[in-house]
């Protein structure tokens, strides 16, 4: 190639008018059109262009490559810190749960310290009787002549007459909002005390599906108990007493 070849092909390619219209192009349009004229009428100055801007696109790109990976280092290492605070946080809150809300055991066996009608303790567990209510401790309900009786008091009284000094073995569900266990607790012949008290109505039976529908039904057919007159649920008693 002549040095006024050489010259020519510098910028613009002086040749384009040859091979397609002038129409004025910018950016990308017109650098691919200036490189096919080239490639075409300048093969030689083509050649060195196209090592030139290999070679500076492989710098380029191994920078850009260099610098998004350095990017993704730090993000990373942000993101390793920020996992591992997030488990100690969960791990601690664990722990305080656990601390403040234990598992009861599967199975609480002993003598029980009767409270009201529906809660013992047993060695210093507090058990609600799943499945009952029973009336409050200063509940009072009706005889059908008009009286007003303790019937609170004396379903408590009767829960304890009822257990007396026997071991119960209580199977507990869980905890309850007030952080009593509930269970299912038996005497040591096998019978259900939390069945036994909605059968002498002594309670209601209680829960989304109450398990004891069918004694609270015979209490209500033979009058026993609170039903024996009129008194108002425990449940709302105890809302209207807030």
């Known amino acids: 190639m002549t040095p006024a070849e050489s010259r020519q092909c510098d910028g613009l390619c002086p040749f384009a008018r040859l091979d397609r219209d002038t129409r004025p192009l910018r950016g990308i349009a017109r650098r691919r059109r200036n490189s096919a004229c080239k490639a075409k009428h300048c093969p030689d100055r083509t050649n060195d262009e196209l090592v030139w801007w290999s070679k500076s696109l492989r710098r380029s790109t191994i920078a850009w490559g260099r610098r998004r990976a350095a990017r993704w280092t730090r993000r990373l290492g942000n993101l390793d810190l920020w996992i591992a605070i997030a488990i100690t946080a969960g791990l601690i809150a664990y722990q305080v749960y656990r601390h403040l809300n234990p598992e009861p055991q599967p199975v609480i066996v002993g003598r029980a310290r009767v409270i009201d009608g529906d809660t013992i303790d047993i060695t210093g567990a507090r058990i609600r009787l799943i499945g009952i209510d029973a009336p409050e401790l200063d509940q009072p309900c009706t005889h059908a002549r008009g009286e007003t009786w303790p019937c609170g ?3 408590t009284r009767e829960l304890r007459a009822h257990v007396g000094r026997q071991d119960l073995s209580c199977a ?5 909002a007030y952080r009593r266990v509930l269970a299912v607790c038996s005497l040591p012949d096998g019978s259900d005390v939390n069945a036994w008290m909605v059968a002498q109505g002594w309670a209601v039976a209680s829960g989304f599906a109450p398990t004891y529908y069918a004694e609270e039904t015979q209490a209500r057919s033979a009058k026993r ?5 009129s008194f108002v649920p425990p449940r709302q008693w105890r809302q209207h007493r807030q």
């Open 225 to 229: 108990g609170i039903w024996s007159g």
């Open 153 to 155: 008091r004396a379903a």
């Open 172 to 176: 507990t569900r869980g905890l309850d």
